[in-house]
DNA sequence: TATTGTTATACTCTATAACTATA
DNA sequence: TATAGTTATAGAGTATAACAATA
């Protein structure tokens, strides 16, 4: 609750982001607990409406998550019918993955809910802060992505 | 890895935040893992040391994490001799908290690491953008403790 | 031999209930 | 009775190894 003792910390990014995803996590999963999905489930469904047709290992490329987390998570999307695995015809071993029309349905309710949250959640800020803070997380991100590359300079942690 | 791709999602504070999150505690871990450190046992000494002989309740409540879950973490900070645990003299229950000198030599060479890191991971940003970065975080985090007040306006989630 | 999806598993983080000793 | 610290435990999230089917 002291919340003028810890100055410190507070000069630093990674504590100020962590404490500010929690926030948006909580929130943003309550939203989406009513639709039965969460911050994953959600970016799932948004990857494949945008790409259907594209195979599961695509799919964990993009979100970044291990494939073996990926299928139980799309188990889950499977049984509440809201995609399809179909299998793809020229490789056998792959599955396609599209929304059916429920998940589509699903997947617009929660994104115009999720626009909601958006607003709530960055409240304070212009809109011009607002492109300016998503622009900035991303460059941070793109620090990450240094790793397979030719390194060299003062590059990021590769472990 | 095809990045063109997956847009929508990328409009939302929620994912960005995450994935840049996700690359700072990467890079912060592994440069605090050379003081056998990671972001919370660090952030704790940090607070340890400005407000030498708080409680351990006090420090859960500044830390944002349970009171079962920093036990086992101050018993690893005590283990490596990083901080002292002393009774209360006024109430026998509790415990006065304190860096060891050898905690207070491992917190100030880490932190000129954190520093560095700090640097490094918001490398592509003036000094300005930072500040006005860490501000924004901040009044996301802020949001979030709109729980125990007044409600009324459009308050974030109490789940 | 390599790749897609899968299973099983393990490790971390986080959250809750219940205990002890003090107050 | 309430509080500080503790124990045990359960649930997420995440990561790796190994397998079957297919390429």
Redesign the interface.
């Known amino acids: 609750?002291?919340d003028e003792?810890?100055?410190?910390?507070?000069?630093?990014?990674?504590?100020?982001?962590?404490?500010?995803?929690?926030?948006?996590?909580?929130?943003?999963n309550?939203?989406l607990?009513e639709y039965g999905l969460r911050?994953v489930t959600w970016?799932a469904l948004?990857?494949i409406?945008?790409?259907s047709g594209l195979r599961q290992s695509?799919l964990a490329?993009?979100l970044?998550i291990e494939r073996p987390n990926l299928v139980v998570l799309l188990d889950e999307l499977e049984r509440a019918d809201l995609i399809n695995r179909d299998r793809d015809t020229s490789d056998r071993r792959a599955y396609c993955l599209s929304l059916t029309d429920v998940g589509r349905e699903v997947y617009r309710s929660a994104l115009a809910a999720?626009e909601a949250?958006?607003d709530?959640?960055?409240?304070?800020?212009s809109l011009e802060?607002?492109q300016?803070?998503?622009s900035?997380?991303?460059?941070?991100?793109a620090?990450?992505k240094a790793r397979g590359d030719a390194d060299g300079n003062?590059s990021?942690?590769k472990?």
Not at 16 to 28: E, S, T
């Open positions: 609750m002291s003792r810890d100055i410190g910390l507070r000069k630093f990014c990674g504590y100020n982001i962590k404490r500010a995803f929690n926030v948006i996590q909580l929130d943003l309550a939203t607990a911050l970016s948004s990857v409406d945008e790409n695509q490329d993009i970044s999720v949250h958006e709530r959640i960055t409240e304070g800020l802060e607002r300016s803070l998503i900035m997380l991303r460059k941070i991100e620090k990450g003062g990021i942690s472990a």
